[in-house]
């Protein structure tokens, strides 16, 4: 079990930073922090790229395994004996 626990913490450590790391990256809908780091100098083209979307869906996976070893954490901590 504490195989297992390892593997779950690095891949929750691991999956938190890429996942701070994509929503930095989205381009922001006006004001905050994507303005200070120059999302707010480009321009609108209305729609979103083949990139944003592809982007989008990155996040979505690595949120889905960041909650996933969230998940499996709780559960070996509440099962351990």
Same mark, same amino acid.
């Given at each position: 079990?504490? &195989?297992?626990? /390892? ?5 929750l ?5 890429? #996942?701070?790391? =994509? /929503? ?5 809908k ?6 200070m780091?120059?999302?707010?100098? @480009?321009? %609108?083209?209305?729609? %979103?790229? *083949? &990139?944003?979307r592809?982007?989008?869906r990155?996040?979505?996976? *690595? &949120? *889905? *395994?960041? &909650? ?6 709780? #559960?070996?901590?509440? =099962?351990? @004996?």
């Amino acid at each position: 079990m504490d &195989a297992v626990r /390892i593997v779950l913490q690095v891949l929750l450590v691991l999956s938190s930073l890429i #996942l701070t790391l =994509f /929503i930095l990256l989205h381009k922001g809908k006006g004001g905050g922090l994507s303005d200070m780091f120059g999302g707010g100098m @480009s321009t %609108s083209l209305g729609g %979103s790229s *083949v &990139a944003e979307r592809n982007l989008d869906r990155f996040t979505v996976a *690595v &949120a *889905v *395994v960041w &909650a996933t070893a969230i998940i499996g954490l709780g #559960l070996l901590a509440r =099962f351990q @004996s």
